[in-house]
């Protein structure tokens, strides 16, 4: 068995201060999430109002693009999606750190922006911002509108797809020593077999006790999400006669990754 580093909590510093975008967090991926299941900062935080509340994402501040460039990054955004729409298995991009925050709630960063998803319940909510001090400061301050404080993050709830990917890696590393020996024997990258057992080890051995281990080959579960990127680009019709299947064979295929790729 693989043993992983244990728990850290926040910390503040450039390290932590990382995100994992799923590339989900718009109006698609937080239709299912009522106007009070949604995690804000209130109306102002650390001095900044909110200013902007697009799809169902909530910014504060106003930014200024630089000379010369046509946009910018507000100084604080809020983004929510429900965890099948956004998870760090479908998003499937190098962690630099995967810890618990508040309580259960699971927090990916990675060095690609700056910012923090946390998976918490059935729900994933990232927070961004330049700065690592306001970075801590909204992970421990963020909030459903529904709540008057910051409560305690419950432990993430994934689908069952997401489950058995990660059943994958812990069986594996029950027979094999090491990381590059389980990447080896599943088809996946080191860095996807490392992440995937830190999140297990927090989730703890009964949130996977249940899971059957997959049957699907990486390749096969590769392919797979091709197909639901396809139907979510384009649509159903079309990449079912693209492929030369029945919609309803496609729809049954893209349902098996379902929280792995394209519409929850």
């Known amino acids: 068995m693989v043993r992983m580093p244990r728990p850290r909590w926040i910390v503040l510093s450039a390290a932590l201060c990382a995100s994992l975008c799923a590339g989900a967090g718009g109006q698609a991926s937080a239709a299912s999430l009522t106007p009070d299941e949604r995690y804000w900062l209130g109306p102002s935080f650390a001095g900044l109002r909110l200013t902007d509340t697009p799809y169902q994402s909530f910014e504060y501040g106003e930014c200024e693009p630089p000379e ?37 709630g699971i927090a990916v960063a990675n060095g690609e922006v700056e910012g923090v998803e946390v998976g918490t319940g059935r729900q994933a909510v990232s927070v961004w911002t330049a700065e690592p001090e306001v970075l801590g400061a909204a992970l421990r301050e963020v909030r459903r509108r529904s709540e008057a404080g910051p409560e305690p993050f419950s432990p993430p709830v994934y689908p069952m797809p997401v489950l058995r990917e990660l059943k994958r890696v812990t069986v594996a590393g029950e027979r094999f020593d090491g990381v590059a020996a389980i990447a080896r024997a599943t088809g996946l990258r080191s860095y996807e077999v490392t992440m995937r057992l830190r999140i297990a080890e927090l989730l703890g051995p009964e949130a996977l006790a249940g899971v059957p281990v997959p049957t699907m080959s990486v390749a096969t579960v590769k392919r797979l999400r091709e197909l639901a990127f396809g139907v979510q680009t384009h649509n159903l019709a079309h990449t079912a006669e693209r492929h030369k299947m029945s919609v309803g064979a496609l729809r049954k295929k893209i349902r098996r990754v379902r929280g792995l790729a394209g519409d929850c």
Not at 68 to 84: I, L, Q, W
């Open 68 to 104: 010369g460039e046509g946009g910018c990054s507000p100084p604080v955004r809020v983004d929510n999606a429900t965890s099948c729409a956004s998870n760090p298995i479908r998003a499937n991009r190098l962690a630099k750190e995967v810890f618990l925050v508040r309580g259960g």
